[in-house]
């Protein structure tokens, strides 16, 4: 019976856990506030977190021009995945994954950390170069 009511208070506790989201899921406005992100598990793998573009400011490029592979450089910014298979270090905070940049058409090593409730902080290294933004949560 206490092992019973035990399975049952952490399955319970397990099933709360899950319905309360990460500090970085949701939508997000780029620093220089000409796109939305929405972070979010990987729909290939919920485990891992991603992030897609879900708009682009209308004076900005609406295509993929910088893209190192000429096949891709006519796909849409909208729906194109720039934060790709990030691993959960705690709470609010990912590393280990991809960070595309359509403006520059590279790829980074990126890490995501909360903070604030309406901030998260995305770095991106190649090699030993370097680059920041903060991002504010979206409506």
């Given amino acids: 019976m206490r092992t019973a009511l035990l399975a049952a208070a952490v399955t319970l ?3 709360r856990a899950a319905a309360v989201p990460d500090p970085v899921v ?7 506030g000409a796109g939305k992100i929405a972070l979010a598990p990987c729909p290939s793998n919920p485990v891992l977190l991603c992030g897609a573009v879900t708009w682009v ?6 295509r993929d021009l910088r893209n190192p592979d ?13 934060v790709r298979d990030m691993k959960n270090e705690g709470p609010g905070r990912w590393a280990g994954g991809k960070v595309y940049d359509p403006e520059s058409g590279r790829t980074y ?4 950390r909360a ?7 995305l770095d991106g290294c190649v090699l030993m170069v370097c680059s920041s933004q903060t991002w504010t949560r979206s409506p």
Avoid: C
């Fill in 57 to 62: 400011d209308p004076s900005k490029p609406q």
């Fill in 70 to 82: 000429t096949a891709l450089r006519g796909r849409p910014i909208v729906g194109l995945l720039v």
């Fill in 26 to 32: 949701g939508q997000w406005l780029s620093q220089d």
């Fill in 115 to 121: 903070i604030s409730p309406d901030k998260v902080h």
């Fill in 109 to 112: 090593n990126g890490r995501v």
């Fill in 13 to 15: 506790a397990a099933g």
